[in-house]
């Protein structure tokens, strides 16, 4: 027979598993190494808890960039990502008490994986708009299962920058292989790809919008980036 002190403790237990659920991983995504990049976003909301699992295909090190995002400067909006599977592995980055643009941060998974998660109090945040610009947007690499590692960005040129109708960019003649170009808005999204030769290639931009981009190469020697500025 239940004692009224036993029914009150297990009501106190109720109620605190209630308030404090366990995050569970709500996207798991599998990172190629064949030099493709994967994208994402995210707007978070008031009493938010999501998390996200990246593992790369090959065991590699995988690498996430940020490209856009903010997070309000209060305690209780936390963003922590781990060099592993779940929260026990590694802390890589948890947010200062600070509002924060997290637009080129980069945290890499040593273990060929990353696990982030995210919570938030229960005002101000992506979804309400009470701040400007500040869904995230990132995209994720992997070495690749050939050792493969970012090339230097001066192994490419591009001009002008900012680009109003044409952007050209330039390919050393010894580039090996087939390179292909994408240019991602700042949430993430893929907004023009294209084929390229060794020598100097023209890009129509004239349909993109006002703003910042990030313009990536994939080729055989890796994955190179550079930032762009659209201005019409």
């Given amino acids: 027979m239940l004692t009224h002190s036993t029914l009150k403790i297990l009501a106190l237990g109720a109620a605190w598993m209630v308030m404090s659920p366990t995050l569970q991983a709500q996207d798991t995504v599998i990172v190629p190494c064949d030099g493709d990049t994967v994208f994402g976003s995210y707007c978070y909301t008031n009493n938010d808890q999501h998390t996200w699992f990246w593992q790369s295909a090959c065991g590699a090190a995988v690498t996430v960039h940020f490209q856009s995002g903010e997070i309000e400067g209060n305690a209780s909006d936390q963003m922590r990502i781990y060099d592993g599977a779940d929260a026990m592995a590694p802390l890589l980055y948890s947010n200062p008490a600070s509002d924060l643009d997290l637009a080129g941060l980069s945290f890499v998974g040593l273990s060929g994986m990353l696990y982030m998660e995210m919570t938030s109090n229960a005002t101000n945040?992506?979804?309400?708009?009470?701040?400007?610009?500040?869904?995230?947007?990132?995209?994720?690499?992997?070495?690749?299962?050939?050792?493969?590692?970012?090339?230097?960005?001066?192994?490419?040129?591009?001009?002008?920058?900012?680009?109003?109708?044409?952007?050209?960019?330039?390919?050393?003649?010894?580039?090996?292989?087939?390179?292909?170009?994408?240019?991602?808005?700042?949430?993430?999204?893929?907004?023009?790809?294209?084929?390229?030769?060794?020598?100097?290639?023209?890009?129509?931009?004239?349909?993109?919008?006002?703003?910042?981009?990030?313009?990536?190469l994939t080729a055989p020697e890796g994955l190179v980036t550079k930032g762009l500025h659209v201005i019409h």
């Fill in 125 to 216: 945040c992506c979804a309400t708009g009470n701040f400007v610009g500040t869904q995230w947007g990132w995209y994720l690499t992997t070495d690749g299962a050939t050792g493969m590692k970012e090339r230097d960005a001066t192994d490419f040129s591009m001009f002008p920058n900012p680009a109003d109708d044409q952007l050209h960019i330039d390919l050393p003649d010894g580039a090996l292989g087939r390179t292909e170009v994408r240019v991602a808005d700042a949430l993430g999204r893929v907004v023009y790809r294209e084929m390229l030769v060794p020598g100097l290639n023209t890009l129509d931009v004239h349909g993109l919008r006002n703003g910042s981009y990030t313009v990536l």
